[in-house]
């Protein structure tokens, strides 16, 4: 049974509205998932940011302090060579505990991470 042209035409639009809206949600569910990965990694990135903090600051003033005191150096300083034998200085809390001694190159992965995003990630 062949049908006219206005079935035809009405059978379409009803079709393709329908994909429209599976592609809207489809879309929709895209976007909110990005928008989640994006909200945890800022999440996770501050947490971090707040342990250091937390540690790392304490850290610091009780070095000061010791600084003023006693004029032993806050920070120790090493150096190492990288790629094509570029020397980089390297600076440890001045302390003897290996943990706290290495909070200080928290500063030094941050930049890392910059680098190796703009390296990933070119504007």
């Known amino acids: ?3 006219d042209l206005r079935e035809l035409e009405q059978l379409e639009k009803k079709l393709s509205g329908k994909q429209k809206s599976a592609v809207s949600i489809q879309s929709i569910i895209i976007s ?3 928008l989640l990965i994006s909200f945890l ?3 996770i990135s501050v947490i971090i940011v707040l ?9 610091h003033i009780f070095l000061f302090f010791r600084k003023l005191i006693t ?3 806050v920070f120790e ?6 790629k094509k034998a570029e020397k980089t200085k390297i600076s ?6 290996s943990l706290l001694r290495s909070l200080a190159l ?8 910059q680098y190796r995003l703009r390296k990933v990630f070119p504007e």
């Open 106 to 113: 928290f500063y030094y992965v941050i930049l890392l991470f």
């Open 1 to 3: 049974m062949p049908r």
């Open 41 to 43: 990694y800022t999440l």
């Open 51 to 59: 342990a250091f903090l937390i540690i790392s600051v304490p850290v």
């Open 77 to 82: 300083n090493k150096y190492i060579f990288g």
């Open 71 to 73: 004029g032993k150096a």
């Open 92 to 97: 440890y809390f001045n302390i003897t505990n």
């Open 32 to 34: 909110a998932g990005l």
